[in-house]
């Protein structure tokens, strides 16, 4: 019951501490040869959808730096402010992304440091979404837990839920869902420890 109060409160602890925790991100790009991966499967000037984007730095800024149009999506009021008021020429919407629905397909789908703080069941709902976003060649990079279970991190002093499934699980959804899987690490550490999966629709 614990986990499930947690799971539940993501939202609103991240709307609490936006300001902390933008603070502690910072624009360190421990991030660029994954995203530089990302990137390499995409036309020039493609369109990325950038769910749980945060403040746009500094993830969603190298997107833009590098001549894409950027969509972000996160639910924190402040974190969204901040991302319009850096990046005005392109969209940030306030919004829970489990619940977006794009007006037009996508070429990117990036869901970082976000993906892995929905439930297990939620997280695989979304691959159908992914999907539904997706034409072909559409590049889908996500970080996730190393194995399958819940563990709880820390945001302001308060506990923050993350989930994960296990490697396989997520390969079957990815397949069922008709992306090819390109690169899997479990605990990068060339990239801070993250797990991270980039995949590419092909239906």
């Keep these: ?10 939202i ?23 995203l530089d991966r990302f990137l390499s499967l995409l036309p020039n ?40 008021q850096s990046f005005p020429e392109h969209v940030w919407l306030q919004q829970d992304f489990r619940e977006y629905l794009p007006e037009q397909k996508i070429q990117g789908i990036v869901a970082w440091d976000s993906f892995f703080h929905l439930t297990q069941d ?47 699980e997520y390969q079957t959804l990815l397949q069922d869902n008709g992306f090819k899987l390109i690169k899997m690490i479990a605990e990068d550490m060339e990239c801070t420890g993250h797990t991270i999966w980039l995949a590419q629709y092909l239906e």
Excluded at 12 to 27: D, F, N, P
């Design 45 to 84: 000037s493609a369109h990325i959808l950038d769910l749980g984007c945060g403040s746009a730095q500094p993830i969603a800024a190298y997107f833009i730096a590098q001549g894409y149009q950027v969509t972000g999506v996160d639910a924190s009021e402040y974190m969204i402010e901040t991302a319009r």
């Design 122 to 168: 939620d997280q695989r709902n979304m691959f159908k979404r992914f999907a539904e976003y997706a034409q072909s060649g559409t590049a889908l990079m996500f970080s996730s837990g190393p194995a399958q279970g819940e563990a709880i991190g820390e945001l302001g002093g308060e506990p923050l839920y993350h989930a994960s499934l296990s490697a396989e």
């Design 12 to 34: 609103a602890l991240y709307q609490k501490h936006a300001r902390e925790w933008i603070e502690r991100r910072g624009k360190v790009l421990s991030e660029k040869v994954w």
């Design 1 to 10: 019951m614990v986990q499930e109060y947690l799971a539940q409160h993501i």
